[in-house]
């Protein structure tokens, strides 16, 4: 007896240590970023666009990088959406408990959650160049969207397994049929599409490597999906690689930018999950 409450003891003293040195890891990289790059911005560069010595420590700012993260990740979201809600209630509702069908679906995303977005970027470029396409919004939507989807459905899937069988057995007994049943898990399932999209949206926003080859980089913002559009990731990379010191500071700033975005759709996200929370069949 004695000896299960000094394991209990250590493995409690274990858990608070890691929970402290993650925790000192996440303090540490928003001091630094946050330290350096706050002397460095301004409302300049939130609101205007790069001027023509910008990357040499002249005029402008970085709304072109801003703005094109923020419509990446919009199209990629509701793509990513509009793909894998179908997938989720297909594995979920359609096919049987147990179905190999399902299980080599899951498999597969499981295996492309954890393929790097630079594999992605350079699978989606070669296709690009196989069309003859240039680097475009477009491009950048499609290969942000090929990225988040594992994340989509593997995130809402593991939501769906944990509704209730009785819950769809109640739905069968009325009359109602798989279609309707799925209006019924998808209420259920809501927490689970917010953090997904929450999970997505992170990825997609702070991803460098898959845009670097699809979106490629412009200090204009897109007036349509045919034009190549700037993120704030790359923005950060080709300002830390210039050898003026004040460039390099902005890059910190852009960081610091692309950090406080992440935190206030991280609190949306909590909102979001907490009000769909409340509606759930207990």
């Known amino acids: 007896m004695k000896l299960r409450f000094i394991e209990e003891k250590i493995m409690n003293l274990l858990m608070i240590l890691a929970t402290l040195i993650v925790f000192g890891f996440f303090v540490s990289i928003v001091w630094t970023i946050a330290k350096t790059g706050f002397p460095s911005l301004t409302w300049e560069m939130i609101s205007q666009l790069p001027g023509g010595g910008f ?7 970085i709304l072109n990088a801003i703005v094109g993260s923020l419509m990446i990740v919009l199209g990629s979201a509701i793509m990513g959406l509009i793909i894998s809600i ?3 209630f297909y594995i979920n509702v359609y096919l049987k408990k147990g179905s190999k069908l399902a299980y ?3 498999l597969s995303f ?3 959650f954890g393929i790097p977005s630079i594999v992605y970027g350079a699978f989606a470029f070669t296709i690009m160049i196989f069309f003859g396409l240039k680097t475009s919004l477009l491009g950048g939507i499609i290969v942000a969207s090929l990225l988040i989807i594992p994340i989509f459905v593997r995130s809402m899937d593991e939501v769906a397994r944990s509704v209730s069988k009785d819950l769809l057995d109640a739905a069968y007994s009325l009359g109602a049929t798989k279609l309707e049943t799925c209006k019924i898990v998808i209420r259920q ?4 599409i917010a953090t997904a999209t929450l999970l997505s949206i992170g990825r997609a926003i702070g991803d460098a490597a898959g845009v670097l080859f699809t979106a490629g980089f412009t200090d204009n913002i897109p007036e349509s999906l045919n034009q190549p559009v700037a993120t704030l990731p790359l923005s950060v990379f080709f300002q830390l690689s210039s050898p003026i010191p004040e460039v390099r500071e902005r890059a910190y700033a852009a960081a610091l930018i692309l950090t406080i975005i992440i935190l206030i759709l991280s609190l949306l996200g909590r909102l979001i999950t907490s009000h769909f929370s409340k509606n759930r069949i207990k």
Request: proline letters at 10%; charged letters at 20%; hydrophobic letters at 40%.
């Open 55 to 61: 990357y040499l420590g002249k005029e402008g700012g």
């Open 86 to 88: 179908p997938i989720v």
């Open 110 to 112: 499981d295996i492309l």
């Open 189 to 192: 399932i809501a927490p689970g």
């Open 104 to 106: 080599f679906t899951r």
